[in-house]
């Protein structure tokens, strides 16, 4: 019975959110790990489950599902931080400056 109840519902998230094709985040405050400074009021727009482009908020094209994120913060550079953890040798000074500075 647990087996048939985890499929419905790996069967009904993965349609949402495959359904979910075109996206717009708004409202929102980047830090994008390349400007010192934070962008603030930045639109994202999300094609196909990744980031097709980072615009300064303002009018919002049709056929995007919208989500107002109110000032948060976005990071996207934290989406596979794995990824320097597999490199560890290579970059054991970004681990202390990440431990020194948050």
């Not at 056929?63 to 953890?85: E, Q, R, W």
């Amino acid at each position: 019975m647990k087996k048939v109840l985890l499929i419905v519902l790996q069967l009904t998230f993965s349609s949402i959110i495959s359904g979910q094709n075109k996206l717009i985040l708004f409202n929102a405050n980047l830090i994008d790990g390349i400007a010192n400074v934070e962008k603030r009021n930045m639109m994202i727009f999300i094609s196909n489950g990744k980031i097709e482009s980072i615009k300064k908020d303002g009018l919002k094209p049709k056929g995007y599902d919208l989500i107002d994120l109110n000032g948060m913060y976005l990071l996207p550079g934290f989406i596979d931080a794995s990824y320097s953890y597999k490199n560890y040798r290579i970059c054991k000074s970004c681990f202390r400056i990440w431990c020194d500075h948050g």
